[in-house]
C-alpha cells in the first residue's frame, strides 16, 4: 500500500515538474484537444501484454494536473507487478523534461529517425522506474514504468517502458 502512495506521488511530481500553471496555449501547430492516452485501444494494449481492464483514467481524486493527460494500466499477470503510464501535454515539450531540476540520468536515445529522451525523478530509484518522452506533431508523450513490488517483473523498468513504447507507437499522434 505504502508503494502505491509512493506512484502517485511519482506520477504527481511528473506532471507537475514539467512546470507550473500555464495559462492554456498549446504548442504552435498543435489542436486545441489534446490527444487522450486512454484513447489507446484495448486490443493494443492487450497486444503488449497489459491488461486493458486495469485502466485508469486521469488523476488521483483530489490531484489535478492541467496541462498534462494521464492513462495507467497494470501490467497483464496475476500478481502484476508494474503500472505503465501514458502522459500527454500539448502545452509542455522535450526540453520542459530535459531541463527539468526533479529529473536525473536524462539521455537522448535514438529510436529510428528520432530522438527520444530517456530519465527517471530523482525521487524513485533506477531499478523502481523508467521514464520515456517523445516529441508529436500534437505536444509530448511520456511513458513511464513504475515497479511496484511483488513478483518482479520481466525485465528491468526500462527494458518494459520501450517494449510497451514500441508496440504501441502507431497508437501515438505521429512523432515530430
Not at 503500472?83 to 523534461?97: A, M, P, T
Request: hydrophobic share 40%; net charge negative.
Amino acid at each position: 500500500m505504502q508503494r502505491r502512495g509512493v506512484a502517485t506521488l511519482a506520477a504527481v511530481l511528473l506532471a507537475s515538474a514539467c512546470g507550473n500553471h500555464v495559462e492554456g496555449t498549446p504548442l504552435a501547430g498543435s489542436p486545441a484537444e489534446p490527444w487522450d492516452p486512454c484513447s489507446i485501444p484495448a486490443q493494443a494494449i492487450e497486444a503488449t501484454g497489459l491488461d486493458p481492464i486495469s485502466k485508469k483514467e486521469g488523476w488521483t481524486e483530489g490531484i489535478a494536473v492541467d496541462e498534462w493527460a494521464l492513462c495507467t494500466w497494470q501490467g497483464n499477470t496475476p500478481n502484476s507487478s508494474y503500472f505503465f503510464r501514458v502522459l500527454f501535454s500539448n502545452q509542455r515539450d522535450l526540453e520542459d523534461i530535459r531541463f527539468n531540476p526533479l529529473y536525473t540520468d536524462i539521455s537522448t536515445i535514438a529510436v529510428g529517425q528520432h530522438n527520444w529522451l530517456q530519465y527517471r525523478s530523482k525521487a524513485i530509484p533506477a531499478d523502481s522506474r523508467c521514464d520515456v518522452a517523445f516529441q508529436t506533431i500534437e505536444g509530448v508523450a511520456a511513458v513511464a514504468v513504475e515497479v511496484l513490488g511483488g513478483l518482479p517483473p520481466l525485465g528491468t523498468p526500462c527494458d518494459i517502458v520501450y517494449r510497451h513504447a514500441y508496440t504501441l507507437i502507431e497508437e501515438f499522434p505521429p512523432q515530430a
